[in-house]
């Protein structure tokens, strides 16, 4: 019942600003284009791209302060035609770079690692996913969020990982536990499901 609705020039993608929020059953109203969003690429391919967004200015929501200056991740790109994964075949191997934030209280904390999973297209399923960012990934130190050896199912191009499998681990910097909520979703990009 929470959200941040955006709106922008002639889309949310162009010149976009915080239009409305709601949250705990207060809503911001409208509030015009007062609120600008930055839009921050780390990355792109030839049918995908990736970063996060900010916005740092207070807003007030029923009285109280918000701020939504931690790192939002976005990934915009071209679904693989559902059509096409129907007629691919076989288990491919994907891998590539991860990147996330460990909230606090107070802050933010970067992290950075690796991805990789496979996709066997035979029986629509995903095998070995695992997504590991640390806070210092050359040490593999500080805090970190790991999932290890996790599956999941394959529906036309977007796929679901099932959270009862594999292990699921965060560590605040004192202490290692297993997240309370749990949720990993994601979808094959490109003409022929060469990324994901």
Not at 72 to 94: K, N, R, W
Not at 101 to 125: E, Q
Not at 132 to 159: C, D, P, Y
Not at 172 to 187: E, I, L, N, Q, R
């Amino acid at each position: 019942s929470d959200y941040a609705r955006g709106s922008g020039q002639d889309s949310v993608y162009n010149n976009p600003y915080i239009k409305e929020v709601k949250t705990g059953g207060s809503s911001s109203g409208d509030l015009g284009t007062n609120y600008p969003i930055d839009w921050n690429e780390m990355g792109h391919n030839a049918y995908m791209k990736w970063g996060y967004w900010i916005q740092t200015q207070e807003i007030t929501i029923g009285g109280n302060q918000h701020y939504f200056d931690n790192k939002g991740y976005y990934i915009f790109g071209e679904p693989t035609p559902c059509d096409t994964v129907s007629g691919l075949h076989g288990e491919v191997a994907y891998s590539g770079d991860a990147w996330g934030t460990y909230f606090t209280s107070s802050t933010g904390v970067d992290m950075t690692g690796i991805f990789n999973c496979n996709v066997n297209f035979d029986t629509g399923s995903v095998g070995n996913f695992n997504v590991k960012v640390w806070e210092n990934q050359s040490g593999q130190s500080g805090h970190h969020a790991f999932i290890q050896g996790a599956s999941g199912t394959l529906s036309g191009s977007h796929f679901d990982i099932n959270t009862s499998t594999g292990s699921w681990e965060l560590f605040d910097g004192a202490s290692t536990y297993s997240p309370s909520y749990k949720g990993a979703h994601g979808s094959l990009y490109g003409s022929n499901g060469q990324y994901i």
